[in-house]
């Protein structure tokens, strides 16, 4: 069971309504997604590409633009780290092509997941020194590569680390020591002497900021041709990884892919195009939707089940018939994920249910399961039965290999501290760890987590929150269409969420391929006792919530209303997130 809890922020909503011209429930909503001052409310409904904060209070990047632009003078080669996700691969796309396109030398390695792990390693340093690079540029990763770091300037070569992710640090005499790369320059927006207004923006944007930086505070950016044309293809592949990363859509991120969906939508990439035709999406209609559900995950397939390398080619290929070909190959890559994922997740589900239905910290242990994929699999154990979860598989060398993922209550990384001696490796934060260990230790990773959990039913219930009580009847498409505005939904924009106790319910009927979506007619009156009815789709479940409503008479559900295009007719749908 769900717990519904409804969002009670406070503001004068009247007030709001009236100054921005919106609606008091749409003020409500605007509150509810952290907006408190006018400022920010206009930041939310309003905000342009000019309102995205200056690249200059990055911390290092003026350094990392000046050695950036020495080695682009000097005709120095250039190795170019990236990582093997979506971020890595649109950050290390916008630093070789804005690098490229001033003149300059750069090659790119994305690491091989299984062989290499994540980051910079010491045969990447090696290998980069060996095929004479003079300058490493990594991306999306380096901020904990302190060790490689050094390796790397004492063969001769700069280092210039752009990151978005946490500086690890020591505990010392009670205090937090963090350790920064000893790199020429380190831009990442989280170390903790960086002043940069907004810590939550991604690699690739970390990378696009360095860019724009170099074009507009150094001389080379005036060898640039049409670098407007450049800068809007890399603000694309900036939110194209924003949303494909999970970042929150607040703030400058908000801006960001509000901005980057509409050139998307219209892209010259030919690339990126060749993608959003082998998935089947309408250009028109890319929505931050698509990014996560859709195309995102061709890239991220590539990265975990063969390499990343095709991927960033895709980007830079500049033939439609090639690009499309190339794009097709990776559709049917993340197709055999997503088949592989499921055939997995049902086999993790069946062990759960057997044998550890009453764990509070679920840890399964399937030896076949491509250890890339089991982080997707903790993470559909951790949405079915609202637990923190671990996947262990055997890696190549016949050891133990996880990764687990975590609800609110439980910080799956200082859980996983207290039975460090466990492993042999492992790292992460508080909603998710990776890991490894010894073969034969599963049970024991399961027992002790079990053991040392404080976990009480509350934390083990989902709360599902609730961001206006609000009569389905009330809902017209003035309200719909208003609630557009808030797009693009994500991360921390999730679409408004309403509810209405006891509904009548006019029929439920079973409908979809496989009898997969269930169909209500919910009937409910407008402000003046009207009666009006709704069609209502529920997608989860369906074959159950079935089972349970067909011979009732009144439901209660929480909704949320979205236009429903159906042969050029427009009509208003509640898609049914939950009900009792």
């Known amino acids: 069971m ?3 809890v409804v969002t009670a922020k406070g503001a004068d909503f009247n007030r709001i309504a009236e100054k921005f011209s919106i609606s008091p429930y749409l003020a409500r909503i605007i509150r509810n997604r952290g907006a408190v001052t006018d400022e920010e409310i206009d930041m939310f409904l309003n905000g342009t590409e000019a309102d995205m904060h200056d690249p200059s209070l990055l911390k290092d990047i003026d350094t990392a633009a000046q050695i950036l632009e020495g080695a682009i003078e000097a005709g120095i080669p250039i190795r170019i780290v990236g990582d093997y996700d979506i971020d890595g691969v649109c950050a290390a796309f916008i630093l070789k092509k804005g690098i490229e396109a001033a003149g300059g030398s750069a090659d790119v390695r994305l690491p091989d997941r299984i062989r290499d792990g994540y980051g910079l390693n010491e045969n990447m340093v090696r290998q980069a020194h060996a095929d004479g690079a003079e ?10 590569a302190a060790k490689e770091t050094e390796l790397a300037l004492s063969l001769g070569m700069s280092v210039i680390v752009t990151d978005h992710h946490e500086v690890p640090y020591e505990i010392r005499d009670g205090r937090m020591e963090y350790i920064l790369p000893p790199a020429d320059a380190v831009v990442d927006p989280k170390r903790p002497d960086c002043t940069y207004p907004f810590d939550g923006i991604c690699g690739a944007m970390v990378a696009y900021k360095l860019i724009s930086y170099l074009y507009s505070h150094t001389e080379i950016g005036n060898n640039v041709n049409d670098r407007e044309g450049l800068m809007k293809e890399f603000l694309s592949f900036a939110a194209f990884a924003t949303v494909g990363d999970v970042m929150e859509l607040t703030g400058e991120n908000r ?17 990126m195009r060749a993608l959003i035709k082998a998935t089947g999406i309408k250009p028109d209609s890319i929505s931050a939707y698509h990014i996560g559900f859709v195309l995102g995950p061709c890239i991220n397939a590539a990265g975990r089940l063969e ?3 095709e991927a960033l080619s895709l980007f ?16 049917a890559v993340n197709e055999s994920r997503k088949n592989m994922t499921d055939a997995f997740t049902k086999r993790a589900e069946a062990e759960v249910k057997e044998h550890y239905a009453l764990d509070r910290v679920l840890v399964v242990y399937i030896p076949e399961c491509h250890e890339s994929l089991a982080g997707i699999v903790a993470g559909k154990l ?9 996947v262990l598989t055997d890696d190549s060398e016949g050891n133990l290999k996880g990764s687990g993922r975590s609800i609110e209550a439980y910080s799956m990384f200082d859980e996983l501290s207290r039975v460090k001696d466990l492993f042999t490796k492992f790292g992460g934060h508080r909603m998710a760890a990776g890991l490894s260990m010894p073969a034969g230790y599963a049970d024991e990773l399961r027992r002790r987590l079990n053991a040392q959990c404080t976990l009480t039913d509350d934390d083990l219930t989902e709360k599902m929150h609730i961001d206006i009580p609000l009569p389905i009847g009330y809902v017209d498409e003035g309200l719909v269409s208003e609630l557009e505005a808030l797009e693009p939904f994500g991360t921390a924009n999730p679409r408004p969420l309403f509810a209405e106790k006891d509904v009548t319910l006019r029929r439920v009927q079973l409908a979809g391929k496989n009898s ?3 169909r209500m007619v919910l009937e409910g009156q407008n402000r003046e006792g009207v009666p009006a009815v709704y069609n209502g789709v529920l997608f989860n479940d369906a074959a159950a919530a079935y089972d349970e409503l067909k011979d009732r008479d009144l439901v209660s559900v929480l909704y949320q209303p979205v236009f429903n295009v159906y042969n050029g007719t427009k009509s208003i749908q509640l898609n049914i997130r939950d009900y009792m």
């Open 2 to 4: 769900k717990k519904w």
């Open 135 to 144: 300058l490493i540029i990594t991306c999306d990763n380096g901020i904990a």
């Open 255 to 271: 801006i960001a892919v509000k901005c980057g969906l509409k050139i998307l939508r219209s892209t010259t990439n030919a690339g």
């Open 307 to 309: 390499t990343a390398d």
């Open 316 to 331: 830079f290929e500049t033939s439609d018939e090639a690009a499309l070909e190339s794009a097709h190959r990776l559709a």
């Open 382 to 390: 951790k949405e079915h039965f609202y637990r923190p979860a671990i």
């Open 516 to 518: 997969n979506v269930l």
